[in-house]
């Protein structure tokens, strides 16, 4: 018997000595937790529902991907470092996703997307999207320089001006620039 062959016979060995399970059920509507990744479901054999099933297989950190179910779809879950510790394998319906690596968060769902990282948030939203850090936004930065266009006069050596003579047009600016960004 080669090394490789005897590798194999031992690993097969180790998989048949654990009670590991897979199953099929229903996502128990209103169970999902994101706060705490998991959820419960109601085995396709209508036995007792299943708590606490794990979102994510990572465990330690918050690194990863969570695959977030809709309620009452079909999903597939199996258990993990023996019985009692359930993880989802696979959903036929998604309500959202979200990857965490490190800082950086992306959180999708059928309406947006949201990339954050530290202070920096980027949103598409399905008409506008938003860029804004802690404290500013590109919308409100764009929206006060437009402002301060509309408002801008010159002092000249007998009378300030009046505003300028094309302010609907930063006024048109102000209207288009909220179709894009919101605030």
Avoid: C, H
Avoid at 32 to 47: K, M, R
Avoid at 86 to 104: D, F, H, P, Q, Y
Avoid at 159 to 180: G, H, M, Q, W
């Amino acid at each position: 018997m080669t090394r490789n062959a005897s590798k194999i016979k031992e690993g097969i060995r180790t998989l048949t000595d654990k009670p590991f399970e897979i199953i099929s059920g229903t996502v128990v509507s209103g169970s999902v937790d994101t706060g705490e990744y998991t959820f419960s479901v109601q085995p396709s054999d209508t036995s007792q529902p299943i708590e606490r099933v794990m979102l994510s297989t990572i465990t330690g950190n918050s690194n990863g991907v969570i695959l977030v179910p809709k309620d009452n779809s079909n999903v597939i879950i199996g258990t993990i470092d023996g019985p009692g510790a359930w993880a989802l394998i696979k959903a036929n319906e998604l309500e959202k996703v979200i990857v965490t690596i490190g800082n950086v968060v992306y959180e999708m769902d059928n309406t947006q997307v949201n990339i954050k990282n530290g202070n920096v948030v980027f949103n598409i939203g399905t008409s506008v999207f938003k860029m804004s850090t802690s404290g500013e936004s590109l919308y409100g930065i764009l929206k006060d320089l437009i402002t301060g266009l509309t408002l801008l006069t010159v002092s000249t050596s007998s009378v300030a001006s009046t505003v300028p003579v094309n302010v609907s047009t930063f006024t048109d600016l102000l209207t288009r620039l909220s179709n894009l960004l919101s605030a």
